[in-house]
């Protein structure tokens, strides 16, 4: 059985691979949001992005049920990582201040800022799981390095 590691290393050559010299934004994140949900069938329960446009995100492309179309800056999960321009992990959404409730269902959530060459968060991989405390510091480095890839690669 593969370790979660292994799981991530995979994943990050398959998103390299899917997004490679690609100019079709909303294509790639589709892909790379099903292929991240297949590495992690029983963990993602939703995983997607959201995009910086017009001062708010921006449901962009996922996996999973309906989500939120718009969250403004500094509300919920989303929000605040955009805010702090830094990941948030939370174990538990409903101890987190201000969580935004897309589903019930969500009980911990991981969100981790794309950024521009300059920096600036340009959108944001967002996964939930139907699970508590269902992400840690491997998930939390190996998704910064799939944000990298898609900073480098992507034109968002």
């Given at each position: 059985?593969?370790?979660?590691?292994?799981?991530?290393?995979?994943?990050?050559?398959?998103?390299?691979?899917?997004?490679?010299?690609?100019?079709?934004?909303?294509?790639?994140?589709?892909?790379?949001?099903?292929?991240?949900?297949?590495?992690?069938?029983?963990?993602?329960?939703?995983?997607?992005?959201?995009?910086?446009?017009?001062?708010?995100?921006?449901?962009?492309?996922?996996?999973?049920?309906?989500?939120?179309?718009?969250?403004?800056?500094?509300?919920?999960?989303?929000?605040?990582?955009?805010?702090?321009?830094?990941t948030v992990v939370v174990p538990d959404v409903?101890?987190?201040?201000?969580?935004?409730?897309?589903?019930?269902?969500?009980?911990?959530?991981?969100?981790?800022?794309?950024?521009?060459?300059?920096?600036e968060v340009v959108a944001e991989i967002d996964?939930?799981?139907?699970?508590?405390?269902?992400?840690?510091?491997?998930?939390?480095?190996?998704?910064?390095?799939?944000?990298?890839?898609?900073?480098?690669?992507?034109?968002?």
């Open positions: 059985m593969e370790t979660k590691e292994e799981k991530y290393r995979l994943l990050c050559a398959q998103v390299k691979s899917l997004v490679a010299g690609e100019n079709n934004l909303t294509g790639a994140l589709s892909n790379v949001s099903a292929a991240m949900r297949a590495a992690f069938p029983d963990v993602y329960w939703w995983v997607g992005f959201y995009l910086v446009r017009g001062g708010e995100l921006q449901l962009g492309p996922f996996q999973g049920p309906v989500a939120c179309m718009t969250i403004r800056k500094g509300k919920g999960v989303c929000g605040t990582a955009w805010v702090l321009n830094s409903e101890c987190f201040p201000g969580h935004i409730a897309c589903s019930s269902e969500s009980r911990s959530e991981i969100v981790v800022p794309i950024r521009n060459d300059g920096g996964v939930d799981s139907r699970e508590l405390a269902a992400f840690d510091e491997v998930d939390r480095l190996c998704l910064e390095n799939i944000s990298k890839i898609l900073s480098a690669e992507l034109e968002f």
